[in-house]
C-alpha cells in the first residue's frame, strides 16, 4: 500500500519519546508523497510537526488487536508494537507470556503467580499449543510430545527468569512423565538445582540469584517416564565471574593468581582503582 494511504489523516503512528520510549500521535495531515514532515497530534492534545526523514514513523496496530496472544498476529510488527501488545497483556491481564510464532515470550513478574500449580500442568497435558493460554508448561508439553528431538532453547538478559523458566518446565516433565519404580527420581531431578546453585550463582547488582554459567540440561526417559538427567555447563562467561569490592579495591594483594578474574591483568585493576 503507498505511503499516502497509510499515513492518511487519522492514522495513528509511534514516536519515539526521551521518557516513555515510544508515545502514540496522530497525523492530523494527510502524508503525501515528497513530504518532509508529517504534522501529527500527540495524545495531550499537543501538536507536532515530525521531520520524516528518509523512514517513516511506524504505524501503530488497530486497537482490536492489542493484547493479542501471538505476536504474529500484529498487523505491523516492529519494536513500539511488540513493547506496547506485552505492557498491555502484562498490566491489564497479568498475561505474563506472549507467542510470537513459536516463540514464547516471557515477562519476569517479580511476584509469585498461581499459575504453576500441580492442576495448571494437568491442565497442559496433552494439549496443543494454542489451545490454551501461552505458558511455559504448553512449550514443555510440545518437547515432552516429540520427546526424542525436542528442546527447549531459553535466552534472556541476566535477571530476565531464565533459571525460573528452566525449573518450571523441569516440574512440568517431572509431574506429567512422574518416574517408574524409583518414585523419588523427579524429586532428585528438581533438588538438583539448588545444589547447582549453590556452587554456581552469584548476587549481582541485576539479580540476586545470577547464573555464573549456562546450563545444558538433559532429561531422561523410559518411554514416557523420568530416569533421570545430566547437568552439563558451558559458556562460563568472564564477564560473569564475580569478586568482592574490596578486593578490587585492593588491586587483589595477597589473592591467588587463580582466584583473581583471569581476563584482566590485575594492573588493570589497581589503574581503575587509582582512576
Ligand atoms: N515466572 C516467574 N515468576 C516469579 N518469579 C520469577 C519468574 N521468573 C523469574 N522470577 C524471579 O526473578 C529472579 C531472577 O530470575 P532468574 O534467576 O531465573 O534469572 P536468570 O535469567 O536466570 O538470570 P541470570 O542470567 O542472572 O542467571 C529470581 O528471583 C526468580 O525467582
Redesign the pocket.
Known amino acids: 500500500m503507498a505511503a499516502a494511504e497509510l499515513y492518511g489523516q487519522g492514522a495513528r503512528v509511534w514516536i519515539p519519546h526521551c521518557t516513555e520510549v515510544w508515545r502514540v500521535a496522530e497525523v492530523t495531515r494527510g502524508y503525501r508523497e515528497g513530504d518532509d514532515v508529517l504534522h501529527l497530534r500527540l495524545d495531550d492534545a499537543s501538536e507536532l510537526v515530525y521531520p520524516v526523514g528518509s523512514q517513516l514513523p511506524p504505524l501503530c496496530n488497530p486497537d482490536v488487536l492489542c493484547g493479542e496472544d501471538d505476536l504474529a498476529a500484529l498487523s505491523y510488527l516492529h519494536e513500539p508494537a511488540v513493547l506496547h501488545s506485552l505492557r498491555v497483556r502484562f498490566l491489564e491481564a497479568n498475561a ?1 507470556y506472549t507467542y510470537c510464532g513459536i516463540i514464547l515470550v ?1 515477562i ?6 498461581p499459575i504453576y500449580e500441580e492442576e495448571v500442568i494437568y491442565a497442559y497435558s496433552g494439549r496443543e499449543v494454542g489451545d490454551m493460554d501461552p505458558h511455559i508448561f504448553a512449550l514443555a508439553e510440545e518437547a515432552y510430545k516429540q520427546m526424542s528431538s525436542g528442546s527447549l532453547i531459553i535466552s ?1 538478559e ?8 528452566a525449573k518450571f518446565a523441569m516440574r512440568y516433565f517431572t509431574t506429567v512423565g512422574g518416574s517408574l519404580g524409583d518414585c523419588s527420581v523427579e524429586e532428585k531431578v528438581l533438588a538438583s538445582s539448588p545444589v547447582m546453585e549453590a556452587f554456581g550463582n552469584a548476587k ?1 547488582t ?6 555464573r554459567f549456562g546450563k545444558y540440561i538433559e532429561i531422561g526417559f523410559s518411554q514416557t517416564y523420568v530416569t533421570g538427567a545430566t547437568i552439563k555447563t558451558y559458556l562460563l562467561e568472564k564477564s560473569r565471574v564475580t569478586f568482592q569490592v574490596g578486593l578490587w579495591a585492593q588491586g587483589y594483594a595477597g589473592v591467588p593468581r587463580a582466584w583473581r578474574p583471569a581476563e584482566v591483568p590485575v594492573s588493570w585493576h589497581s589503574q581503575e582503582k587509582l582512576a
Not at 519476569?108 to 503467580?113: A, I, R
Not at 541476566?158 to 523458566?165: D, F, L, P
Not at 541485576?206 to 547464573?211: A, K
Request: proline residues 4%; charged residues 15%; without cysteine.
Open positions: 505474563i516471557a519476569n513478574p517479580y511476584k509469585q503467580l534472556g541476566s535477571g530476565a527468569g531464565k533459571t525460573a523458566s549481582t541485576r539479580n540476586d540469584n545470577s547464573s
